[in-house]
T-cell receptor
């Protein structure tokens, strides 16, 4: 049972490049989330999904897009990377209460 | 939307002392309040949670209290140990209502021996 798996673990992007952060879970959870973590700022919700085909904006959605075509996968897309998107990104999933987090992706935009 | 405030941002205690972290929330419909612990370089992990129909919950050295009227909840750690050193996050949400966990900014707890 792998839980929540994120790839890649580390990535350096140049300004203006695009990339997709992958997230998959094998717990058959309906809810999935993307958070970003910046020093002293806690975990900010980017987007979330309550089930396949349904996504909603969180607190800081600008510059990101998501899709949820299957229960297992919830990729996060950065279209035009900016230095402000340098952060640690966490994907999480839950059934209804406890959220299980992936190991995180450390992204640097230079 | 929900807004969660957490205090203090840093807390230093001596081993064996108690530590208290406080959070307030804005959405009176929130009914689920978890606490997560994040060790350096690791992912956040749930340590305890409480639902709005309960005023207090305890698990060994940690306890959480909830005051729905005042919209605040607190984490209490007794007999602190060096391995309690970590960042602690509170969060709030509405269970099964299509909402997500909204987190506070975190408290860095340092326990010195």
């Amino acid at each position: 049972n792998a839980g929540v798996t994120q790839t890649p673990k580390f990535r350096i992007l140049k300004i203006g490049q695009s990339m997709t952060l992958q997230c998959t879970q094998d717990m058959n959870h309906n809810y999935m989330y993307w958070y970003r973590q910046d020093p002293g700022m806690g975990l900010k919700l980017i987007y979330y999904s309550v089930g396949a085909g349904i996504t909603d904006k969180g607190e800081v959605p600008n510059g990101y897009n998501v899709s949820r075509s299957t229960t297992e996968d919830f990729p996060l897309r950065l279209e035009l990377a900016a230095p402000s998107q340098t952060s640690v990104y966490f994907c999480a999933s839950s059934l209804s209460t406890e959220a299980f987090f992936g190991q995180g992706t450390r992204l640097t935009v230079v | 939307g929900e807004n969660v405030e957490q205090h203090p941002s840093t807390l230093s205690v001596q081993e064996g002392d108690s530590a208290v972290i406080k959070c307030t929330y804005s959405d009176s419909a929130s009914n689920y309040f978890p606490w997560y612990k994040q060790e350096l370089g690791k992912r956040p992990q749930l340590i305890i949670d409480i639902r709005s129909n309960v005023g207090e919950k305890k698990d060994q050295r940690i306890a959480v209290t909830l005051n729905k009227t005042a919209k605040h909840f607190s984490l209490h750690i007794t007999e602190t140990q060096p391995e309690d050193s970590a960042v602690y996050f509170c969060a709030a949400s509405r269970i099964q209502a299509g909402t997500a966990l909204i987190f506070g900014k975190g408290t860095t707890l340092s326990v010195s021996s």
